[in-house]
């Protein structure tokens, strides 16, 4: 896969042989490989993320848009990603920059590339925490974000710093353990209240037409 850094973390075995002993007890060239992989490449594919449209689900993993879609057309995704169901349910990222991992000089040229914050320019590595903002997609270094909203006016409404368009809400990247329980119970809470509406919305339709059907 060329100088994208992702290929040596498709192996399966070294994936669940992580999952199953902690990254703190991993080498430190493991733990910058796994970290590499987690920002820099598709969670499905494991290809790196500069070669095609990229976007985010609820749960703040990144993934090439034609290897999801495709994995959703095929019924083929991985029971951990069963919460997307339909294109609603993941954020198409906006176009970004591309740069070179933390490279200068003639490395830079051969260093794996990576996205980078459209306001900062800061390669995202996963050193710095990123953000995207929903609807419009823009991809920003975390801290950045923070710094623009810290402008807002009280009474405001919150917008991109990028295109201005009101935000709806803001997906955290690659989320820490604690942050992804607390997005994985946010989201069933959600998606309980979502089937809840749905039922209720099924039961007056159905009471409507009955009552139709008695007029007759």
Not at 144 to 156: F, R, T
Request: proline share 6%.
């Amino acid at each position: 896969m060329g100088n994208d850094g992702c290929s040596m973390m498709t192996d399966r075995r070294f994936l669940v042989n992580v999952r199953q002993s902690g990254e703190n007890a991993l080498p430190i060239q493991d733990k910058e490989s796994i970290r590499h992989a987690r920002w820099c490449c598709c969670s499905l594919t494991g290809q790196a993320l500069t070669k095609g449209p990229v976007v985010c689900d609820r749960l703040g993993s990144l993934f090439l848009r034609k290897a999801l879609v495709a994995a959703l057309l095929s019924k083929n995704l991985p029971s951990q990603y069963s919460h997307i169901k339909k294109s609603s349910d993941f954020l198409n990222i906006a176009p970004a920059p591309v740069t070179s991992t933390g490279k200068k000089g003639a490395k830079a040229a051969k260093a794996p590339q990576t996205l980078q914050c459209a306001l900062s320019g800061e390669a995202m590595t996963g050193v710095q925490p990123f953000v995207v903002v929903d609807p419009c997609g823009h991809l920003l270094q975390h801290a950045a974000y923070d710094e623009c909203v810290s402008l807002v006016e009280p009474g405001q409404k919150t917008t991109c710093p990028v295109c201005n368009v009101p935000v709806k809400r803001v997906q955290v990247l690659c989320p820490s353990v604690g942050e992804l329980a607390k997005m994985k119970t946010e989201l069933e809470a959600e998606l309980a209240l979502a089937k809840e509406a749905k039922k209720a919305l099924k039961a007056k339709k159905k009471e409507k037409k009955a009552k139709g059907a008695a007029k007759k």
